[in-house]
């Protein structure tokens, strides 16, 4: 092999490498929020009533919900816009600083219900403005209708 091809061939699998770099961070960001679907399921059912209340439950979710968006917002590098189908919004690397805010609210919330519920009568009271941050969350830096 000649030196051209060498490089051509280094500078082939540079582009192979970022892109699937991107494709994770977009695919660990996702999973990251997927497991935050699986942790609001029991907790709003409490809620609701529809499951009986377990302490146990709500302090896990409320433990993975903060260590998880702690990981998420490292989760956007510039070659993670598009591509896998992600639905993030382009505004995230537009306004990076208020993405944070969004993020460090929803685990700052999280943490003061942790530290405030302690039976259903507290739980009923506090879950509701951890839980709001999902959908306030979603509606300013997540597009609905990605590809
Ligand atoms: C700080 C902002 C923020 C908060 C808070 C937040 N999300 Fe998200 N969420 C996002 C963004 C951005 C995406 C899109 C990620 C992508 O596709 O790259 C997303 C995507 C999702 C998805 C789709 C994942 C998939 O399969 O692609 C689910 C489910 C989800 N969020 C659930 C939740 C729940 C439940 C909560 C609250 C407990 C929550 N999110 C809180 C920003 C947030």
Request: glycine share 4%; net charge positive.
């Amino acid at each position: 092999m000649n030196a051209n091809r060498l490089l051509l061939a280094l500078s082939l699998t540079a582009v192979v490498t970022v892109a699937f770099a991107s494709t994770e961070s977009i695919g660990d960001r996702q999973r990251i929020m997927k497991a935050n679907g699986a942790a609001t399921k029991p907790v709003v059912a409490m809620l609701k009533g529809e499951a009986p209340f377990d302490l146990a439950t709500v302090q896990k979710s409320l433990a993975d919900y903060q260590t998880g968006i702690a990981t998420f917002v490292t989760l956007f590098p510039d070659d993670s816009k598009s591509g896998a189908k992600t639905a993030a919004s382009p505004k995230i690397w537009d306004d990076t600083a208020g993405f944070k805010a969004a993020a460090d609210k929803f685990a700052s919330d999280a943490k003061t219900a942790a530290s405030a519920i302690t039976d259903e009568a507290s739980f009923k009271a506090a879950m509701p403005t951890v839980l709001k941050n999902c959908g306030s969350c979603h509606e300013t830096w997540r597009v609905k209708d990605a590809q």
